[in-house]
């Protein structure tokens, strides 16, 4: 019996040490963000062992995410990777999202309430956090099997979200709304901006070393191929890029809710990311795109065709192909804020 309570003590103590709270946070931070601008801050409450997932309002793309969705996206993937890595460890991670409505950044709380049983499905997932990064090279022409798609599917479903794979004229459709996207992005002015902000190229470098994605993380021009992939490089030119073709049946997954609150955001960015670490597991490589999401008149026709109902949130880019290089990250000593 001590013997059995030493171990359950070693997995579960009452209360974690700093450094372990240092620790749950350096996963939380591995999660993707749009154009990696890593919007989040977390603050970490001793006497109640709960963890406060905050938005960093500064952190915003004022073109490309006006409405401050694409944020929630991100910080509800970072509240995944902190549910993965609190279970991880023990724990049962007791979430509320928008605990406090008197207080937008207020995203979310976690409070370390108890052992994680009966939550082996998300334990699970913690060795993909650090394995996954996106990658923004061509994949084979591979198909995922249907059993790993179902998979995927049940992940998102656990996060109260869908995850459809669209395929025939839909697929057409969806692919269109891309290079339409991509069309007007090339000639608005706000989106350079947003690029210029968020990117750190060889003759370009702004922002930090610590955020944004850094030029060996472009990936190759796209010479052909109907796979919808971000120039991040836009009209600027970066030494020793190559082009090459991409996939011409590129497989997509879209991730819709039934809603389009911040709760809803916050919900599609945790499934996003449930769906990304468990694609890793299966040896998948994964990307994501936002650009028809970007503009309003766009958006809506990604919606489900069978029903007509839906938002989409996101779209995933999954296949068969080279992981991406792991995009720079903030010190957790500038996102963590531990008080007594």
Same mark, same amino acid.
């Given at each position: 019996?001590?013997?059995?309570?030493?171990?359950?003590?070693? &997995?579960?103590?009452?209360?974690?040490?700093?450094?372990?709270?240092?620790?749950?946070?350096?996963?939380?931070?591995?999660?993707?963000?749009?154009?990696?601008?890593?919007?989040?801050?977390?603050?970490?409450?001793?006497?109640?062992?709960?963890?406060?997932?905050?938005?960093?309002?500064?952190?915003?793309?004022?073109?490309?995410?006006?409405?401050?969705?694409?944020?929630?996206?991100?910080?509800?993937?970072?509240?995944?990777?902190?549910?993965?890595?609190?279970?991880?460890?023990?724990?049962?991670?007791?979430?509320?999202?928008?605990?406090?409505?008197?207080?937008?950044?207020?995203?979310?709380?976690?409070?370390?309430?108890?052992?994680?049983?009966? %939550?082996?499905?998300?334990?699970?997932?913690?060795?993909?956090?650090?394995?996954?990064?996106?990658?923004?090279?061509?994949?084979?022409?591979?198909?995922?099997?249907?059993?790993?798609?179902?998979?995927?599917?049940?992940?998102?479903?656990? %996060?109260?979200?869908?995850?459809?794979?669209?395929?025939?004229?839909?697929?057409?459709? &969806?692919?269109?709304?891309?290079?339409?996207?991509?069309?007007?992005?090339?000639?608005?002015?706000?989106?350079?901006?947003?690029?210029?902000?968020?990117?750190?190229?060889?003759?370009?470098?702004?922002?930090?070393?610590?955020?944004?994605?850094?030029?060996?993380?472009?990936?190759?021009?796209?010479?052909?191929?109907?796979?919808?992939?971000?120039?991040?490089?836009?009209?600027?030119? @970066?030494?020793?890029?190559?082009?090459?073709?991409? %996939?011409?049946?590129?497989?997509?997954?879209?991730?819709?809710? @039934?809603?389009?609150?911040?709760?809803?955001?916050?919900?599609?960015?945790?499934?996003?990311?449930?769906?990304?670490?468990?694609?890793?597991?299966?040896?998948?490589?994964?990307?994501?795109?936002?650009?028809?999401?970007?503009?309003?008149?766009?958006?809506?026709?990604?919606?489900?065709?069978?029903?007509?109902?839906?938002?989409?949130? @996101?779209?995933?880019?999954?296949?068969?192909?080279?992981?991406?290089?792991?995009?720079?990250?903030?010190?957790?000593?500038?996102?963590?804020?531990?008080?007594?």
């Amino acid at each position: 019996m001590r013997r059995r309570l030493a171990r359950e003590s070693a &997995v579960n103590p009452r209360a974690p040490s700093d450094e372990r709270v240092r620790s749950l946070v350096h996963d939380a931070t591995a999660a993707p963000s749009m154009h990696n601008a890593q919007p989040w801050r977390f603050r970490y409450l001793r006497h109640a062992r709960t963890f406060e997932l905050r938005a960093d309002f500064e952190r915003t793309m004022p073109h490309a995410d006006p409405d401050t969705r694409g944020l929630h996206l991100g910080c509800g993937a970072a509240l995944l990777n902190l549910r993965v890595a609190t279970v991880h460890e023990g724990w049962h991670p007791e979430t509320a999202l928008l605990p406090d409505l008197a207080d937008r950044a207020h995203l979310a709380s976690v409070r370390l309430a108890g052992h994680a049983d009966g %939550e082996r499905e998300l334990g699970a997932l913690h060795p993909a956090i650090h394995q996954r990064h996106s990658s923004r090279n061509p994949f084979e022409e591979r198909q995922i099997p249907e059993p790993v798609r179902e998979a995927l599917r049940a992940a998102a479903r656990a %996060e109260e979200v869908t995850l459809t794979f669209p395929t025939s004229w839909h697929l057409r459709e &969806v692919l269109e709304l891309f290079l339409e996207a991509e069309a007007r992005n090339l000639t608005d002015p706000g989106s350079d901006q947003d690029l210029a902000r968020w990117t750190v190229g060889d003759d370009l470098r702004v922002g930090a070393a610590d955020e944004g994605v850094p030029s060996y993380a472009y990936g190759p021009r796209k010479r052909g191929g109907k796979a919808p992939m971000r120039d991040f490089a836009g009209s600027r030119q @970066v030494a020793g890029r190559h082009a090459a073709d991409f %996939e011409q049946n590129p497989q997509l997954a879209l991730v819709s809710t @039934v809603h389009d609150r911040p709760e809803d955001w916050l919900r599609a960015g945790q499934a996003m990311e449930r769906v990304l670490l468990l694609a890793t597991l299966h040896g998948l490589s994964s990307s994501f795109a936002t650009q028809p999401l970007e503009w309003t008149d766009l958006r809506w026709p990604l919606r489900d065709p069978s029903t007509g109902t839906g938002f989409t949130q @996101v779209v995933l880019r999954l296949g068969y192909g080279p992981g991406g290089p792991g995009a720079p990250r903030r010190p957790v000593s500038q996102v963590l804020d531990i008080r007594p």
